[in-house]
T-cell receptor
């Protein structure tokens, strides 16, 4: 079974430039997550999709970050314009079911991540 | 702020020894999960323990959960050099009735180094 695919693996840009990351989840997984992981910290949830609808984007800096999951399959995360503090690894994850059930399985499957360096 | 807090931040042991990592959290949870992350890689799910469970085993892994103390521990027995990685606990917060809020929140992680 193919895992979660992400691209690009590495990206270096200057501040105020834009960047986009792509994620293709495991086939059949309804829920897709984007996490931001700053060096030395744990992943922080940016946005959660259930099929093609947004479940939670409360921690997404909407003035510069946007994400979409058209057709409920792959997803794109965009940053425009980038700031120095956006330097991080952007992790995409998927799960078979939503966590919003009484007894969820809850296991997330992660991609390898996209490492962004903003100069 | 992060829901889970791991302790210690870093742990260095010799191959064959046991490694214990602890996680504390603040709110009611539906379940708690542990993940491993090798350097430069994504996270890999290790084990999930539900709020009504106290202990769970998987191979060399043993997880305990004490909901009264809002804490969990991960024990890796007979460690190997290949166990060197960062380990994260993640909590699935819930309401008092146990219904998940559907939001997995990660702690800061414990960096484990196992020397051959």
């Amino acid at each position: 079974e193919a895992g979660v695919a992400q691209s690009p693996r590495y990206k270096i840009i200057e501040k105020r430039q834009s960047v986009a990351f792509w994620c293709n989840p495991i086939s059949g997984h309804a829920t897709l997550y984007w996490y931001q992981q700053i060096l030395g910290q744990g992943p922080k949830l940016l946005i959660q999709f259930q099929n093609n609808g947004v479940v939670d984007d409360s921690q997404l800096p909407k003035d510069r970050f946007s994400a979409e999951r058209l057709k409920g399959v792959d997803s794109t995360l965009k940053i425009q314009p980038a700031k120095l503090e956006d330097s991080a690894v952007y992790l995409c994850a998927s799960s078979l079911t939503s966590l919003r059930v009484q007894n969820p399985t809850g296991e997330l499957f992660f991609g390898e991540g996209s490492r962004l360096t903003v100069l | 702020s992060q829901q889970g807090e791991e302790d210690p931040q870093a742990l260095s042991i010799q191959e064959g020894e046991n490694a214990t990592m602890n996680c504390s959290y603040k709110t009611s949870i539906n379940n708690l999960q542990w993940y491993r992350q090798n350097s430069g890689r994504g996270l890999v799910h290790l084990i999930l323990i539900r709020s009504n469970e106290r202990e769970k085993h998987s191979g060399r892994l043993r997880v305990t959960l004490d909901t009264s103390k809002k804490s969990s521990s991960l024990l890796i027995t007979a460690s190997r050099a290949a166990d060197t990685a960062s380990y994260f606990c993640a909590t699935d917060p819930s309401n008092a009735g146990g219904t998940s809020y559907g939001k997995l929140t990660f702690g800061q992680g414990t960096i484990l180094t196992v020397h051959p």
